[in-house]
């Protein structure tokens, strides 16, 4: 397995948009598992990779909140709707 980089992260977080919920979750947590190995590292750019990560965590909570939202939890968080309970 090679080493991990700000590239590849930076190409699973755009590949996971093409994906079904299930398969961009787990995309998007090994990517952010990669981009934390990366903290520290001399060679990367340390403001980028919080950036790349900071997507990633905003990424994740999108695909799993638009899951719940389909599957008929957004009308239950969200009140103001016209099909809320």
């Keep these: 397995m090679t080493e ?5 992260v930076e190409r699973a977080l755009d590949c996971a948009a093409d994906l079904e919920t ?8 090994a990517a952010r598992d990669d981009v934390r190995e ?5 060679d990367v ?12 965590e905003q990424r994740l909570r ?5 899951d719940a939202y389909d599957s008929g939890l957004g009308a239950a968080m969200n009140p103001t709707e016209d099909d809320a309970p």
């Design 4 to 8: 991990p980089t700000l590239a590849t």
């Design 22 to 29: 299930e398969d961009a979750v787990a995309v998007l947590q």
């Design 38 to 42: 990366l903290a520290g590292e001399p």
């Design 45 to 56: 750019d340390a403001d980028r990779r919080q950036e790349l990560e900071t997507r990633l």
């Design 62 to 66: 999108e695909v799993t909140e638009r």
